[in-house]
């Protein structure tokens, strides 16, 4: 008497793998839509944070953070986690770490009310990127059409900052809140 085989037969193999193949491409685009949102959702989590920072500072010390104890020098502040997002803005060194002001009161930026750290990191953004303030709009230099601007900003997926300071809402795949505004 003959033992029948017991293994499995080339289409038996071949349809289990079509099947796998097909399920796989199926759940990965679901799978990379939910990690997508999930950055995106953070992202807007840190924002808030450091917006909230921003405020508990100018609450404590009567100062925006735009220079030492107030003064209007500095145009952007910034992160210090990650490397610096794609943008024109940046271009003329008009800038300072957020963590100056927000983390450690370097150069006594904050004056004696200083009451920090408001934050104790200043994490890059899901992608890599530093977390950016446009401070212009604290001494009312943001544009004409809306001088009081502040954003507090990830550059998004594209790692391009694309939320001119005057605008009233996010440009492209921006990711950010509004600290002051018209």
Avoid: C, H
Avoid at 31 to 45: D, G, N, W, Y
Avoid at 48 to 66: L, Q, R, S
């Amino acid at each position: 008497m003959k033992e029948a085989n017991k293994g499995f037969t080339l289409i038996e193999m071949v349809v289990v793998v079509t099947i796998i193949a097909i399920i796989a491409g199926i759940i990965t685009p679901y799978v990379f839509r939910q990690i997508e949102s999930a950055s995106k959702t953070k992202a807007l989590a840190e924002t808030k944070n450091i917006a909230t920072a921003i405020a508990m500072y100018k609450k404590d010390t009567g100062f925006w953070p735009t220079g030492a104890q107030g003064a209007n020098t500095v145009e952007w502040l910034y992160g210090n986690g990650g490397t610096t997002p794609t943008s024109n803005d940046f271009n003329d060194g008009n800038a300072e770490p957020l963590y100056y002001y927000l983390r450690d009161n370097t150069g006594n930026r904050g004056g004696s009310n200083w009451d920090g750290p408001y934050m104790q990191a200043m994490p890059a953004d899901p992608w890599g990127k530093r977390y950016i303030v446009s401070s212009d709009g604290f001494w009312g230099r943001g544009s004409a059409s809306n001088p009081d601007n502040v954003w507090v900003l990830s550059a998004g997926p594209n790692g391009v900052v694309e939320t001119p300071d005057q605008n009233e809402t996010l440009g492209g795949d921006d990711i950010g809140v509004l600290v002051l505004g018209n």
